[in-house]
């Protein structure tokens, strides 16, 4: 399974984007399945995502807006865990914005992350204990967790990947 989330329908190729090219995200749409159009549990990423990743309405949830909610961010109930419990492997890669701290939430064998909203190019990551400069897109970072993980027989839910800024 791949969640992609704070994507906008047309800011890929096959979503309508008039020069992207982006023949990836365009299979794995077509093998998949795409919401046109796009639908959303708030008018805000934040609490959008905390939605996205508990199931849950952002009342229920308590992620109200996108102010820095880090605290509150550790202690929800995400699918990830029920996941986890199950024999998945399960990787976070890319945005949490979910306040500004990049430390890993629970439910999730990989974390790779940035404070805030981050950059998609040559961000500064925070993975395996520490932050590091990254050269490169972060989407390689989950790229790099499907082929481990696709070599181990446990299946896994890659890759909770949501969009960051391009420089």
């Known amino acids: ?17 008039s020069y992207l090219e982006t023949p990836n995200v365009d299979r794995l749409a077509a093998e998949g399945t795409s919401f046109h159009p796009t639908y959303h549990a708030t008018l805000l990423c934040s609490p959008s995502r905390a939605s996205l990743l508990t199931g849950q309405y952002a009342s229920r949830h308590g992620i109200l807006a996108n102010t820095s909610c880090h605290r509150s961010s550790h202690n929800l109930d995400l699918f990830a865990i029920d996941l986890q419990k199950a024999g998945y492997r399960t990787a976070h890669v890319s945005k949490w914005h979910m306040g500004n701290d990049p430390t890993p ?7 790779v992350s940035f404070a805030g909203q981050g950059l998609a190019y040559n961000p500064d990551l925070f993975e395996d204990g520490r932050i590091h400069k990254m050269h490169g897109y972060i989407t390689d970072m989950a790229t790099k967790f499907i082929r ?11 890759l909770y990947c949501s969009q960051s800024r391009i420089p």
Not at 1 to 17: C, K, P, S
């Open 1 to 17: 399974m791949v969640v992609v989330d704070d994507i906008r329908h047309d800011e890929y190729d096959a979503g309508g984007h």
């Open 105 to 111: 939430r629970p439910g999730y064998d990989y974390w």
């Open 148 to 158: 481990e993980s696709s070599k181990q027989d446990k299946p896994f839910l890659c």
